[in-house]
């Protein structure tokens, strides 16, 4: 069983920069290729970027591309999500996900997530 807790939201001004993780009891997440997505209000849940099990091959949405950088480390069970230049519109609850290996590529669009975090909220102000 693998438990996914968010951590790292917060209130920040735009232009400014975020990192958020993602760590995991139990099962290694290294079985895993992992995703971020984010849900605004009103809004249905985005795909924001995703890492292949090894960290190989890394996977943007458009909309975050050259701004966000997504990473892992396998030895410390962790997915980080650095964003920068944020902007209002990243005002989201951002999620974490497990996902199986080989669906870095197409994790925004399939959605075949295995476990889901529980969300850390990200608040831009203008």
């Known amino acids: 069983q693998v438990q996914l807790v968010e951590s790292g939201g917060g209130l920040v001004q735009a232009g400014g920069s975020q990192r958020l993780s993602c760590a995991s009891s139990?099962?290694?997440?290294?079985?895993?290729?992992m995703g971020w997505f984010r849900q605004a209000p009103g809004k249905e849940r985005e795909f924001v970027a995703a890492i292949s099990a090894s960290g190989g091959t890394t996977f943007y949405a458009d909309s975050v591309k050259g701004r966000f950088t997504i990473s892992r480390d396998n030895a410390k069970n962790t997915v980080t999500l650095q964003m920068n230049s944020l902007n209002p519109e990243d005002t989201a609850v951002y999620y974490c996900?497990?996902?199986?290996?080989?669906?870095?590529?197409?994790?925004?669009?399939?959605?075949?997530?295995?476990?889901w975090g529980t969300g850390t909220l990200v608040t831009v102000s203008s």
């Open positions: 996900a497990a996902a199986p290996r080989g669906t870095t590529r197409t994790m925004g669009i399939n959605r075949r997530i295995d476990y």
């Open positions: 139990g099962r290694t997440l290294r079985d895993y290729a």
